[in-house]
């Protein structure tokens, strides 16, 4: 079994930052891509950003320069720094990680339960 939990997320003044974190855990050999997703209320679940085990970072334009996507690969956890947050930010975001549980097997996508962003004054 794996576990992913999120966490950090929380109400925030426009211009404000947060750090959001996310851990897997349970039985575990190797995580590849790990991500970040949002959804915002009545719209559809866009990827944030996307790192890589070797730590190559992908990012979704609408928070390029912004947002920073960062891992520890011995802790199995995954980071998403938000600085400049604007009110469109506001979301829910979701953690996943693609984690292989045992060597010469696939890796399955685990999702974590999500963390409120609310960014308002």
């Known amino acids: 079994q794996v576990q992913v939990v999120d966490s950090g997320g929380g109400l925030v003044q426009p211009g404000g930052s947060l750090r959001l974190s996310c851990v897997a855990s349970?039985?575990?050999?190797?995580?590849?891509?790990m991500r970040w997703y949002r959804q915002a209320r009545g719209k559809q679940r866009e990827l944030v950003a996307a790192i890589s085990s070797g730590e190559t970072p992908t990012y979704n334009p609408s928070v390029k320069g912004r947002f920073t996507i960062s891992r520890d690969n011995a802790k199995n956890t995954v980071y998403l720094q938000m600085n400049g947050l604007s009110q469109e930010d506001t979301a829910v975001y979701y953690c996943?990680?693609?984690?292989?549980?045992?060597?010469?097997?696939?890796?399955?996508?685990?999702w974590g339960q999500g963390t409120q962003v609310t960014v308002s004054s």
């Open positions: 349970g039985t575990i050999s190797r995580i590849y891509d």
């Open positions: 996943n990680a693609d984690v292989q549980q045992r060597p010469l097997t696939r890796a399955d996508t685990y």
